[in-house]
């Protein structure tokens, strides 16, 4: 993949920014004085939009005019590159990266495929088992679960989850099969998956958009969760595990920043997760010097990345904590 922007400055844009208001400052930073970050959100009460150079408020996502108004944003600030924050959007936007590509814009998301398999986590959970990677055992059938639990290949408790969902959204430990039949009345669209009772890991990669190779990567210990993000970790490091990664990597086509959970369990590494994005626990990365920020506008320039895996130091603490912003006023 050749990337070839041509353009004296490198104006980002950023959708779908909300409270991520990290991401937009540290793009700013590493941008200096090469160009600006412009951010978009539907809503005008996101936070994120007011720490970029210029921000705009557009449709909802799923509006038929929704590219088209991100389009005209591209054109009157003479954007280079483009990326979302938010898993919804990043189908849609590899849809039309030929277009954008048209007129001289890098779309950075990984290919359509890639995005559907990882918002679909059933789909996920089949990739998975083809290749062979340790991960939870999930079901879409009710009664193949009631099956299996009545020989004893799967047991209480349970997660139920929307096969389609994120941001932990509606995702629930399950005792029973009381509860159980009542999700699946109530719901659409759910899969039970195996409770893994280990350690939850959060991977933070960068696949170099032009060599396609995992250039970067930093792994934490997820301590503490809060409305489906880390909120407190610790930097870890294993080799093996890096390995896995870098293998798990090569069987779809991933670009740019991506975020993996994993669980550790007895010395086994679970694959559970995959958003194709800059994930929530980034920040940690970035304060321990792993700079997906300068990878990025590397890659912009035309320039690929050598690799650096692994490269900053255990046992560093990320405890996140409220901020807030205040805007308006005559």
């Known amino acids: 993949m050749q990337i070839n922007i041509n353009k004296n400055t490198i104006n980002v844009l950023i959708l779908s920014v909300g409270t991520r208001n990290k991401i937009v400052q540290y793009l700013k930073k590493e941008l200096n004085h090469l160009g600006k970050v412009v951010a978009a959100d539907m809503n005008r009460n996101a936070p994120a939009l007011y720490d970029a150079d210029k921000y705009y408020i557009v449709p909802p996502v799923k509006s038929s005019n929704y590219i088209n108004e991100i389009i005209k944003i591209c054109k009157k600030e003479n954007i280079s590159a483009v990326f979302s924050l938010i898993d919804t959007e990043l189908s849609l936007l590899a849809q039309h990266e030929e277009e954008f590509g048209l007129m001289g814009i890098k779309i950075i998301v990984s290919k359509e495929k890639t995005c559907d398999i990882s918002f679909d986590k059933w789909k996920m959970y089949q990739l998975l088992k083809i290749h062979n990677f340790l991960t939870a055992k999930t079901y879409i059938e009710l009664d193949k679960f009631k099956d299996d639990l009545l020989l004893k290949n799967i047991h209480f408790p349970v997660i139920v989850k929307p096969r389609d969902g994120s941001a932990s959204l509606m995702v ?126 590397n890659n912009l320039q035309g320039n690929e990345n050598p690799a650096s895996i692994g490269d900053y130091k255990e046992n560093i603490y990320c405890m996140k904590y409220s901020e807030i912003s205040i805007i308006g006023g005559e």
């Open 172 to 297: 629930q430990k399950v005792d029973d099969l009381d509860l159980l039949n009542y999700l699946f009345k109530k719901y659409d669209n759910l899969l039970i998956q195996e409770f893994i009772d280990g350690q939850e890991i959060g991977i933070d990669c960068y696949i170099d958009m032009i060599s396609k190779q995992l250039v970067s990567l930093f792994a934490k210990k997820k301590l503490i969760m809060r409305a489906g993000e880390t909120d407190k970790s610790i930097s870890y490091k294993d080799y093996k595990l890096f390995e896995l990664i870098r293998e798990f990597i090569t069987k779809l086509e991933f670009f740019g920043p991506i975020d993996i959970d994993v669980f550790l369990k007895d010395g086994e590494y679970y694959i559970s997760e995959v958003n194709p994005r800059f994930g929530g626990g980034y920040p940690h990365a970035y304060s321990c010097g792993v700079n997906f920020m300068s990878l990025l506008l």
